[in-house]
């Protein structure tokens, strides 16, 4: 949001990372964090604390390249954030030039980056404005051996597998469910979920591909989802047998939940500015009885 001086001003940030050498997104006291990394460098440029609200906290070892979060700044940051602009001699949102100076305190090759800044819609929360999350997974199967190349975002599994079956598999789950199953459980948060994509494809390399969109994911849903697609891949589970342990909505031992090394954030999709409020407000509102 935009706001009269003295309120607070809402930038939208668009991030990648490689989440291999950090301990997850959300701070924490000693630890090597995304967004302590990304709050310290925005500390060096406002010269003052912010916090950043993420649209998907992600786990350790998970990497983003479509990842968005929002800062709100007040009067006097803005004016630090928005005086990097200034003799640009470009007509462009006041805002933009502060991803280039990000950037810049990160440093070139850093495992973490901020690909754009804009100043973000009335309405907008990167959190409760979202309509959807896409992940993607990649496996490197015997099909391919092993590639040191792809050891950060690649998960390695000692086997063949049939990506025929996995992807019929991953369509069955498709639509409003309890995923229990497939989620580590947390008190008080609901399970259900609508699974809106989840197919499987071999790229031209070899690597096998997940690709998976919903709503929303709860806490390692998709790592699970994709353990159970390899068990079909591997022949240890049948087609149905996905959507037979999903309808348990009970914890199993009939798969493996993969590493975290292969899943990376790939994009976050919103609606329409003019209903950016009310998907937020929505949102919240079923939040606050899980």
């Given amino acids: 949001m935009t706001a009269a001086d003295g309120a607070t001003h809402r930038i939208r940030l668009d991030i990648a990372y490689d989440g291999s050498d950090f301990k997850g997104w959300a701070a924490q006291p000693g630890l090597r964090t995304v967004q302590g990394t990304l709050e310290e460098a925005l500390w060096r440029i406002l010269r003052s604390d912010v916090r950043l609200v993420v649209a998907g906290r992600t786990d350790a070892g998970v990497h983003a390249t479509g990842q968005v979060a929002h800062v709100d700044l007040t009067a006097e940051q803005y004016a630090r954030a928005t005086h990097l602009a200034r003799g640009s001699g470009e007509e462009q949102d006041p805002v933009a030039p502060l991803a280039r100076k990000l950037r810049g305190v990160l440093r070139p090759y850093a495992d973490a980056t901020v690909s754009r800044t804009s100043t973000a819609p009335e309405g907008f929360d990167a959190r409760f404005s979202a309509v959807w999350r896409r992940y993607a997974y990649r496996i490197a199967d015997d099909t391919l051996g ?41 008190e008080g948060a609901t399970t259900i979920r609508t699974l809106l994509e989840y197919d499987w494809r071999r790229a031209e390399d070899g690597v096998l591909i997940a690709n998976v969109k919903a709503d929303a994911f709860c806490h390692s849903m998709v790592r699970a989802l994709v353990g159970a697609c390899v068990a079909v ?13 999903r309808d348990e909505l009970t914890r199993t031992s009939a798969f493996k939940v993969l590493d975290a090394r292969g899943l990376t954030l790939a994009e976050v999709g919103y609606p329409a500015d003019d209903l950016l409020a009310d998907r937020a407000e929505q949102t919240r509102a079923r939040r606050s009885l899980e």
């Fill in 146 to 186: 092993y590639n040191p190349l792809l050891r950060r975002d690649t998960t390695l599994v000692k086997a063949t597998l049939d990506v025929a079956r996995m992807d019929e598999a991953a369509r069955t789950l498709i639509g409003l469910h309890d995923f229990a199953a497939y989620c580590k459980p947390r």
């Fill in 233 to 245: 891949g591997e022949g240890r589970l049948e087609v149905d047998d996905v959507v037979r342990l």
